[in-house]
């Protein structure tokens, strides 16, 4: 089956740095379009950045300047460079895969957690 592993989250301090990697497994990975989401307590889940299968990227307002989403379509894996983090940009963040065409092929990853505190 299709498994999305996110890793590299933690604990970092403001104005710190953490790249996020997405690893897929199981699937066509320059097929889908992927992105990176983010759930922080009490709130629903927003999209930070999406990436299509041709490689447009596109970004949530507050992460702006800040974060830069690429991928390697040889290793199956997407990323996110999360500079200059804020306290707010504390949250659970999600990988998630998208078939570029087939729109019910969708996958997500179990998470990783990303904490900005001094």
């Known amino acids: 089956q299709v498994q999305l592993v996110e890793s590299g989250g933690g604990l970092v301090q403001p104005g710190g740095s953490l790249r996020l990697s997405c690893a897929a497994s199981r699937i066509i990975f320059s097929a889908y379009n992927m992105g990176w989401y983010r759930q922080a307590p009490g709130k629903q889940r927003d999209l930070v950045a999406g990436i299509s299968s041709g490689g447009i990227t596109n970004y949530a307002d507050s992460v702006k300047g800040r974060f830069t989403i690429s991928r390697d379509n040889n290793k199956n894996t997407v990323y996110l460079q999360m500079d200059s983090l804020k306290p707010e940009d504390t949250a659970i963040y999600y990988c998630?895969?998208?078939?570029?065409?087939?729109?019910?092929?969708?996958?997500w990853g179990q998470g990783t957690q990303v904490i900005v505190s001094s």
């Open positions: 998630n895969a998208r078939h570029r065409l087939l729109g019910t092929q969708n996958y």
